[in-house]
């Protein structure tokens, strides 16, 4: 059973029960007190509800204009039975088992990742509130959470996002390709390999845009910014180059700037929100502690620390191509609350692993004492006084 700790010191599993349950609680009732708001907050539910029934979606064409992803995500809400009245239902069971999973794969969870998954929880509960999108996204973290632990999670991930990709966000057939081209050197990484490996990515996703499609790499997010209008959701978070060039390589620098200023919002403290504090609070320590489980599966030649460093591999991958895509930081932080379980299903399993090291390692100290000559076991008073 999961328990928390606090200082490596273990809170009663009673305790612990009891904490879990009410942050589960807490997290499902957001999205059927938050759904009216959300509502005339998020445009999304509004979009998808006008597209019900209106059969537009052409799954296996190869136009991106018969494969619009609002029709497509409309049809495959709808033929789940989800309406605005159900949405809540639907929010409330992923937010929460999106939120307990991972939690539950701890052995011991530190009392400060714990709120910080429980954080990205409260920020996930918000945006499922409504239908929309991500809760197609919120599936397929769903099903590689639960895999997590298992050989087949590179294989549902990479099958289940793909498809995502070509269905709905586009952009996820480039999240899948990054992992996957990730995975294959993942042997080779250090935390000065994987910054180098980023810059090379961006220099040749703008190379590609340049080439193949004639504009920039940041041209999604210029599109979104130049037509939002003023106080509308993000108008005020948003994300604007530092470096505006038509130069690739310049480009790329901007992209990874980009990445850097995702990982860590500090600039958000200006407008010193509760909501923004906590994002700002959470994101740096998520950041960190996943590329830490990615370096560390990459130095390990233990199958389950290994696989640990697979799955951290998922949610940098995504932040990566946020980095080109993302046009402000509140929707970074309803993308990213999706994919950050499996974020804390990799540290639980990397912590499964060195638990069962320290284990193994202890028992065989302790053989090694015993069967010394020289070892004396203590007797029964021994061990009273």
């Known amino acids: 059973m999961t328990i928390l700790s606090i200082r490596g010191k273990p809170v009663d599993p009673a305790i612990s029960l009891i904490i879990f349950f009410f942050s589960a609680l807490i997290v499902g009732v957001i999205p059927f007190l938050y759904h009216d708001t959300a509502a005339q907050n998020f445009p999304d539910e509004e979009t998808l509800l006008s597209f019900f029934g209106a059969d537009l979606c052409q799954l296996t064409s190869t136009t991106i204009e018969e494969r619009n992803s609002y029709a497509c995500s409309a049809f495959l809400l709808e033929s789940a039975g989800l309406s605005a009245k159900t949405a809540p239902i639907a929010g409330a069971f992923l937010s929460v088992t999106l939120t307990v999973i991972p939690i539950l794969q701890f052995s011991r969870i530190p009392l400060g990742v714990f709120f910080v998954s429980l954080g990205w929880g409260f920020i996930r509960a918000i945006f499922l509130s409504v239908l929309s999108k991500d809760m197609l996204s919120a599936c397929v973290v769903l099903l590689s959470v639960m895999a997590a632990q298992h050989s087949g999670f590179g294989l549902t991930w990479f099958l289940s996002s793909t498809i995502y990709g070509w269905v709905v966000r586009k952009y996820w057939l480039l999240v899948s390709a990054v992992w996957l081209g990730l995975r294959l050197i993942r042997k080779q990484l250090t935390v000065f390999r994987l910054l180098v490996i980023i810059v090379v990515v961006y220099i040749a996703l703008a190379l590609t845009f340049q080439i193949a499609l004639g504009v920039t790499l940041d041209f999604a997010r210029a599109t979104v910014n130049e037509n939002r209008e003023v106080g509308a959701e993000g108008s005020r978070t948003v994300i604007e180059a530092v470096i505006a060039s038509d130069n690739a390589l310049l480009q790329a620098l901007n992209a990874t700037i980009t990445f850097f200023r995702l990982a860590f919002p500090l ?3 200006r407008f010193g929100s509760v909501s ?3 994002f700002i ?7 960190i502690w996943m590329v830490k489980v990615v370096v560390e599966g990459a130095k390990s030649g233990n199958k389950n620390l290994i ?3 697979k799955v951290a591999l998922a949610p940098l991958s995504f932040l990566i191509i ?10 970074f932080a309803r993308h990213f609350a999706i994919v950050s379980p499996l974020v804390f299903s990799a540290m639980a399993l990397a912590q499964k692993t060195e638990l069962a090291e320290k284990r ?6 302790a053989a090694a004492i015993s069967s010394n000559p020289l070892f004396v ?6 061990r009273i006084s």
């Open 276 to 278: 923004q504090l906590a």
């Open 307 to 309: 696989q640990a460093g």
């Open 360 to 365: 193994l390692l202890r028992r065989r100290q």
């Open 377 to 382: 076991r203590p007797t029964r008073q021994d």
């Open 322 to 331: 946020e980095g080109v895509f993302e046009p402000d930081f509140g929707s």
């Open 267 to 269: 600039e958000l403290l």
């Open 281 to 287: 609070s959470i994101m740096p320590f998520t950041f």
